[in-house]
């Protein structure tokens, strides 16, 4: 890690479902990993409210400035109505000090394809990248598992998957030190043939050209391999991958209430929780969401994270910090060095 | 239910990894049921294999003729393989039992896609029905829901939607006897815009034809959505719905190694879940996939019943029951009536 330089991270203190208090209480959970990493904030937003809360908080209060906008970017927001008369916005105004070089990376837990639209449109994509894609870890087997893309890009093709195979290798190059990325495409079968065409076709491109790409291809991955830990990248189109995530989500909390509601039901079950409790937690800590709050917008040429749109204070911190390791790893300069050395 | 009549089902018994045990000790397990359902069984596979199991479950014997068929439908066989060379294959001879009239259902554990490649040659689809689906139950906060199609139709256009929407209330209206069933398009956003063009031209289509179809539609829902009971159908394309189904199986085996994992490592932990154990059997109960296990393959004019391909004789035998089940509440006649009515 590179500690020398000082890095400012632009954070939009409007987006997301518990702002602004949750953005402010969640960078004073982050504060001492962002002093260590030397990152000063860039805090976009009302100003009027952003006052009270950096009473509150003061340590955020000595690293942050205040940038006033007077508007929000709504959840429900189209980012073709944003991208016309969003100027003003705490989300627009954040990305735009990315351009401007005033900061290094901007993380919101605002309207994802908002966020997308702007950075795109702001700071633009990595010379040579089509697509930009939404990308997450997913905790899996033996570690972590890149997943991309989760909702970006409706449809894809192959020169898209492509691009995702390589951004998302160089990802889990840079920030879990793979040095052999392995890459997997998310399809209904494993066997040559299945699925969609498109695929088929990546899957025979990336066959036919093992020693072009800074990555191992390993064929297809299902659903059922997902947590496997059998590659470190996962690619699928946007459709799939969201359709994918919000389904792992939903299982979660499915069996999280079936859980709860069957242990409530019996003293006996709830003295048996109270023994597994420090087992409980073990488990807890492997699948926090909270802890793995962050996605990247891979492809846009500077550190884009969105956080998760309900974040509490502690997720949001998560997302921070995530970002300032990102940065400290100089992680946008090695990709854009690694994309246009594979002269995409 | 009607226990007048009296039944036959085919049975497959070499298809699946664990046939032609599973299968003759699952027939055994659903014994009691098939009796009381007026049923008896078609026994399709290698007489040679089959006679040894029919001495040890005499029960099954009672009650079955075993039909010899020399060869068997491998799990990597192509469906356009089979279709040109497999009439020797139980599977094949099981299903063309039910076009002859000679069975009224056909259950197998083989491979999928050449069941529903050898049902839709042999058996067809019920009149007017473009593209047959493959649904199954999923537990869900309250009670069961159905979704489809999962794998059969990797690309979909909106009649496929429509009509699996028709299907699956049929379906749940009669299995489930949800008299206002409910209908939901599986999409990654609620919003009417989200997503691909043939879901939301669907989705317009409902809305603006609400009284023309048997079902009350409600909308997208998300993959978070699928257990919250929040519709009794979810329709989506074979390529998302399988993506989504072997997500949920991913996620669960996932969370249950996981949690094995912890409790092991901890004397305490293994204390506390003994405690648990009866909260445990009732969750296990709950969530148990061997007890929702068939598939129906929705669309053909005929009954047929995929197993999982992995099912053991417990998992077989409710794949039996299941069928059995759809049989005493004439569930192919429903349907095809409500089809015909609804002029598809």
Redesign the interface.
Known sequence: MDYSKSWVIAVDAMGGDNAPYSVVAGLDIAYSVLVKHNVSILLFGDSLKLAPLLVKFPNVNAISKVIHSSEVVAG?D?PSHIIRRGRNTSMWKAIESVRNKEADAVVSAGNTGCLMGLSKLLISTIEGIKRPAITSLLP??NGLTAMLDL?AN??CDEQNLVQFAMMGSVFVKTLLNKTNPTVGI?N?GT?A?K??TYLNNTDTLFKESKNKYPFEYKGFV???????SKVDVIVTD???G??????????????K???KH??K??L??I??????????R??KA??DTKKHNGAILLGINGLVVKSHGNADAVSFANAVIYASNLLSKNFISEMTEIITKNNM
């Open positions: 429900d189209k899996s087997q909702g409706t449809e998310l209904i066997e043939g699925g969609l299902e659903g059922t391999d997902i947590f496997k946007g459709f799939s969201n359709i994918a995530l919000k389904t792992i989500e939903g299982t979660v909390n499915f069996i209430s079936e859980i069957v242990i039901k019996s006996l079950a003295v048996g929780y109270l023994f597994m409790l420090p087992a409980v073990k488990f492997k699948m």
